[in-house]
């Protein structure tokens, strides 16, 4: 499914007539509790009121529960609803599209999160308006959904957003640590993908785009936010969630997980801690722990390139790159600095890595290799 994709300055102002082409009376609308009113984004809505009715959920937990999807598809069913409109950061577009797309659907949703049960009926058109610069769910095709404290990425093609509209409008209020946060879920999207054992030239061309506008943009606009940096990250997001679209996320997102279910570090946060450390850990691939089809050449190749886009040259100045943006965006880098004890979280941390995620990473994980890479963080 090819998405309509509208970005720039008072774009938000193309909604209407969006709207209007889909003949729409009847809309769902996601939002956040605070982004919604905060990003200026209600006092649009406000202004469609007479040409529209907005049904509005927003009553759900930040990371995407079942019990709260649920609650969503009851809310839907009320109306005969026309289109979804999700206005929010990434927790939010992932909810709208949990609840569009499942809705209309014959079984259960646990059927289709949990069995990969595939759609039998095409979800109405989805609209997704980002609100932060990060997550690029925007741009997407699956969606993040926990059940029992257990992560897991419902995928389809009919998931993407119909029609996604980025207006850094919505972002010039951010606070720093949001835009630290959700910019360094950015750039390690994008360097997640770049050495993804599915990337492909395309998504390459993306993601390497979106780290450019990472480092260019990323630490003044956290110091000093300015139009052109918030353009800059939003262009950055959009772009890195184009890459993962073809990719998906590899071994920093898997790592991410239990670190924000079990101890509530920000989902950027939680995904940077790893991604320095990664960088060391995929440069020694063997042909051992090769899992990239391409070869160890190919990896290697990547990893050069990967280097260059980071301005360094290898993996430790790499390595260093990342830390000293993390320093200077005010996030801690390692699990100790969170004051989180290895040993006493090991069994819980090991439990809840996300699997498949951990398979497109270009160098493959032992137990053994897995508890050493998280004895170098901590």
Request: contains cysteine.
């Amino acid at each position: 499914m090819k998405q309509q994709e509208i970005m720039g300055f008072e774009t938000l102002s193309q909604l209407d007539p969006i709207l209007k082409s889909f003949h729409a009376k009847n809309v769902f609308l996601v939002t956040g509790k605070q982004s919604f009113q905060s990003s200026g984004a209600k006092d649009y809505i406000s202004k469609l009121k007479d040409s529209y009715s907005f049904i509005q959920f927003q009553d759900f937990q930040q990371n995407p529960q079942l019990e709260d999807v649920n609650n969503g598809i009851e809310l839907y069913h009320q109306q005969s609803i026309d289109v979804s409109l999700a206005i929010g950061g990434g927790s939010v577009i992932d909810m709208a599209k949990l609840i569009t797309s499942l809705a209309p659907q014959p079984e259960s949703p646990e059927k289709y999160i949990q069995e990969n049960l595939s759609f039998q009926k095409k979800p109405i058109p989805l609209v997704a308006i980002p609100t932060t610069a990060g997550s690029g769910s925007e741009a997407t095709h699956f969606a993040v959904v926990y059940i029992d404290k257990i992560k897991y990425s419902l995928a389809d093609k009919n998931i993407l957003p119909s029609v996604s509209i980025v207006d850094p409008n919505l972002t010039l209020g951010l606070p720093p640590s949001i835009t630290a946060s959700s910019g360094m879920d950015a750039l390690c999207q994008a360097i997640e993908s770049y050495w993804s054992i599915h990337s492909t030239p395309e998504s390459k061309k993306y993601a390497s785009k979106a780290i450019k506008l990472v480092l260019e943009y990323l630490q003044t606009t956290f110091i000093s936010p300015k139009p052109e940096g918030r353009f800059g990250l939003a262009q950055a997001a959009h772009l890195a969630g184009k890459a993962i679209n073809f990719t998906k996320t590899t071994a920093a997102h898997a790592f991410s997980y239990p670190f924000t279910t079990y101890f509530g570090i920000p989902h950027g946060h939680a995904v940077s801690l790893s991604i320095g450390e990664l960088l060391l850990f995929n440069s020694k691939v063997s042909d051992e722990d090769l899992n990239d089809p391409r070869g160890i050449q190919y990896v290697q190749d990547t990893l050069k390139a990967l280097y260059g886009l980071l301005g360094a040259k290898n993996e430790t100045s790499a390595k260093d790159v990342i830390t000293d943006l993390m320093s200077s965006l005010n996030l801690m880098s390692s699990l100790g600095d969170l004051n989180i004890d290895l040993n006493t979280n090991w069994e819980r941390i090991n439990k809840h890595i996300n699997i498949d995620r951990l398979k497109n990473n270009p160098r493959a994980f032992t137990q053994t290799s897995l508890r050493k890479f998280f004895e170098q963080i901590s």
